[in-house]
């Protein structure tokens, strides 16, 4: 029913800077949530930046000040701006959504695939 597609990642050297997106396509009423979330080499997945409610966002405190969460409610993506990248910023990110998909207040919650980025120092 629902699709996230995220694209943007690659390898970078620390202290440069990357853009992610996130698309969600097919029976989109509304997004209700949207956020980025990460998963390093050994490690859980964990919460980067996401819009909570009335569009006010939240950071992890690693990420405060270098990146920035975006969106483009027309097309219903979402962006993340990773700038001041460093080495431990290595991971596979995610998007993640609640998306409204009916009228009657149904919804969907997933993932999309992830996308690589690596930073090298």
């Known amino acids: 029913q629902v699709q996230l597609v995220e694209s943007g990642g690659g390898l970078v050297q620390a202290g440069g800077s990357l853009r992610l997106s996130c698309t969600a396509s097919?029976?989109?009423?509304?997004?209700?949530?949207m956020g980025w979330y990460r998963q390093a080499p050994g490690k859980q997945r964990e919460l980067v930046t996401m819009?909570?409610?009335?569009?006010?966002?939240m950071y992890a405190d690693s990420v405060k000040g270098r990146f920035t969460i975006s969106r483009d409610n027309a097309k219903n993506t979402m962006y993340l701006q990773m700038n001041s990248l460093k080495p431990e910023d290595t991971a596979v990110y995610y998007c993640n959504a609640l998306i409204g998909i009916g009228d009657d207040g149904s919804t969907w919650h997933g993932w999309g695939q992830g996308t690589q980025v690596t930073v090298s120092s």
């Open positions: 097919g029976r989109v009423f509304s997004i209700n949530e």
């Open positions: 819009f909570v409610s009335r569009g006010s966002t």
